[in-house]
């Protein structure tokens, strides 16, 4: 039996104003404009959609998973209308209108909006968030299901040689988060097909790692080319590596840690051996036939004793917890349902943005709200978050109109 769509309210709330009104905060009006006008997407004249209640309308979606896109975009109108008194209310399309005017605005709208609203949030003063002056980051891969359209399936491909029954197409998302928060930074999305190296490759490219970072990452990412890269934006780097890989013990540190040399194995005439200390510890793990599990990370923090092995294998620790990302946004965010909604590329990649631009969202109020108490965001529970963006949020009393100066 077909499941019925949930409905809002025949008439905005003060929930649904605030809600919108801390998203307008966050993705402020002015970003979305300068963004619009780079691209040539902004309106020259009103139409049924204007491009700026879209890109709303789009991040309202990523909120509200359940009820139909008509449902979403008239109370999106009605909350807009009172944040931005100059907005023309547009006339409420059809489901086709909205379909046409969301393939015009495209992808790299939402994205662009994405990189320059994410960034971190720790201060100076945040417990947890630095080592060594150097802001902890990690570097992390997912993917997600779509539905399994002809479009989808040829643009993003499925997971494995081979297609299975039931199985459906997937996206491949690399995030880069701030460990202390968990907060986003950057993010890349591409075919299933495209690595996690290759998406972190491009993220480098972007400018996305700096000096003053300490990147954590599992040992997926490890590659000659990859960390030779990550290395020389002056980024320091903590990353598991495989235990295949072959690293001659050439100094003994004092903290057992010791020096050693990676070199490209494909034996490139420009490549050049890269001095790296291997870090080796174990942590208890329930399923393993020992009781325990041995690590291996190789970092280019030299220096033992500025930092210390117990120490870099603590942080390493951490950043586990940086998996549960990929479930909040499957999960936490997008409520009951399984896959994003929709059936064509174009529009899948905005679904995507939109949930990356919410989950930066939602996890800013987590990290202020618990800092603000002294305590931890990553112990805080993800999906009450969603509910009070979506509900109310009390301290939220007023919007930046059009006319006023807006934070960065």
């Known amino acids: 039996m077909a499941r019925l769509r949930k409905t809002l309210p025949d008439s905005f709330d003060l929930s649904h104003l605030i809600s919108i009104g801390y998203l307008s905060q966050v993705c402020p009006r002015r970003v979305i404009d300068e963004v619009l006008t780079k691209y040539g997407k902004h309106n020259k004249r009103v139409r049924l959609l204007p491009s700026g209640f879209l890109v709303y309308f789009i991040l309202a979606l990523a909120l509200w998973r359940e009820p139909s896109q008509e449902e979403v975009l008239r109370i999106v109108c009605d909350c807009l209308k009172l944040i931005f008194p100059d907005y023309a209310r547009p006339t409420l399309p059809t489901k086709s ?22 960034r971190p949030k720790a201060n100076p003063n945040t417990p947890g968030a630095w080592y060594n002056g150097l802001r902890l980051m990690s570097l992390d891969c997912g993917s997600f299901a779509v539905p399994d359209s002809k479009d989808n399936a040829n643009f993003f491909g499925y997971p494995g040689a081979h297609r299975d029954e039931g199985d459906f197409p997937q996206l491949r998302q690399l995030g880069l988060f701030e460990t202390a928060s968990h907060v986003p930074v950057a993010a890349e999305v591409g075919p299933c097909s495209r690595s996690g190296q290759k998406l972190a490759a491009l993220m480098i490219d972007n400018g996305a790692f700096s000096p003053e970072m300490l990147i954590i990452a599992d040992k997926n990412f490890y590659g000659y080319g990859l960390w030779k890269k990550a290395a020389e934006t002056g980024a320091k780097l903590l990353w598991r590596v495989k235990s295949n890989l072959i690293l001659p013990v050439e100094k003994r540190f004092p903290d057992n840690s010791f020096l050693s040399t990676v070199c490209d194995s494909r034996n490139s005439p420009d490549s050049m051996p890269i001095k790296v200390r291997v870090i080796d510890f174990k942590i208890k793990a329930k399923n393993h036939p020992n009781g325990d599990k041995i690590y291996r990370t190789i970092t280019n923090m030299l220096d033992y004793k500025s930092s210390p092995a117990k120490e870099l294998a603590a942080l390493y620790h951490e950043r586990r917890e940086i998996r549960s990302f990929f479930e909040e946004l ?17 529009l899948v990649l905005q679904d995507i943005w939109g949930l990356i631009i919410i989950h930066f969202t939602e996890r800013q109020l987590m990290a202020e709200a618990a800092w603000e108490c002294g305590k931890v965001p990553d112990k805080s529970n993800p999906i009450s978050a969603v ?18 100066k807006e934070d960065d």
């Not at 909205?98 to 015009?104: G, Q």
């Not at 992808?107 to 909006?113: A, G, I, K, S």
């Not at 499957?330 to 064509?344: D, N, T, Y």
């Open 330 to 346: 499957k999960i936490g965010l997008k409520g009951s349902s399984a896959i994003i909604r929709s059936k064509v590329p174009d």
């Open 387 to 404: 509910h009070v963006i979506r509900s109310k949020l009390p301290h939220v009393t007023s919007f930046p109109h059009s006319g006023e």
């Open 97 to 118: 209108a909205i379909f046409k005017a969301r393939l015009m605005l495209g992808p790299d709208v939402l994205r662009e909006v994405a990189n320059r609203v994410l």
